[in-house]
């Protein structure tokens, strides 16, 4: 639920995410709002099933030596090794694998989660001067389909799948996020504050919604 004092009418879209996002006037009652909300499920139900046809279908990973996977914008190959101490490592030119910690998905999630917390956190006080405000937190989360999610108080929550991506593309995320901190609806005051701190955000966008299908979707979703 999305409600502010500018707007006039009710509203619903389906995000990125595939969740459903109401927007209302901020006098507008609860009762009402279900009434209304009521009326629109026929329209909830086919919006839902075109994003779920939408949705990559990337291959699951084999995890086999030679195969690749993506950090930052590029491909690092795998290989597989009898013995180490962590299940998987990355020494700057591959990622190694203990062959006994396949099927790796929950391990290769979880370095990027660690990973990006401390590199997501410095790209984003790099970029804050040209948003505005500082998040009170950054989070790195399974926000399933979502690239990131900007909360209530402040925080931010960013996909671990996104450090997968180029970085002009991770940072059209971030910037994205950040402008939400100021307006957090999709209307004209956020995209002029996308275009102040990117000028070329539409190209990254369309860029971002084409290498979708390249990145690494199927680790089951895990809550932080």
Known sequence: MRRSDRRRTLGLTVDRGGDLVMHAPLATSD???????????????????????????APAPEYVTGETFSYLGRRYRLV???????????????????????????????????VGKEWLARRIDLLRPRTGPAPTRVLVRDLGYRWGSCGRDGALYINWRVLQLPVR????????????????????????????????????????????????????????
């Open 31 to 57: 009762d009402e709002l279900a009434a209304w909300a009521g009326t629109k499920l026929l329209w909830v139900h086919r919006k839902l099933a075109l994003k779920e046809e939408s949705t990559p279908k």
């Open 80 to 114: 597989l090794v009898d013995e180490q101490q962590a299940a998987l490592d990355f020494d700057g030119a591959r990622f190694l694998l203990r062959r006994d910690a396949r099927p790796a998905d929950a391990h290769f999630r979880q370095w990027y989660i660690t």
């Open 169 to 224: 593309l991770v940072d059209y995320v971030l910037v994205h996020e950040l402008c939400h901190l100021v307006e957090p609806s999709h209307n004209r005051e956020f995209r002029r504050s996308l275009e102040r701190a990117l000028p070329d955000w539409q190209d990254r966008k369309a860029e971002l919604d084409r290498s979708s299908a390249d990145v690494f979707w199927c680790a089951p979703a895990m809550r932080q």
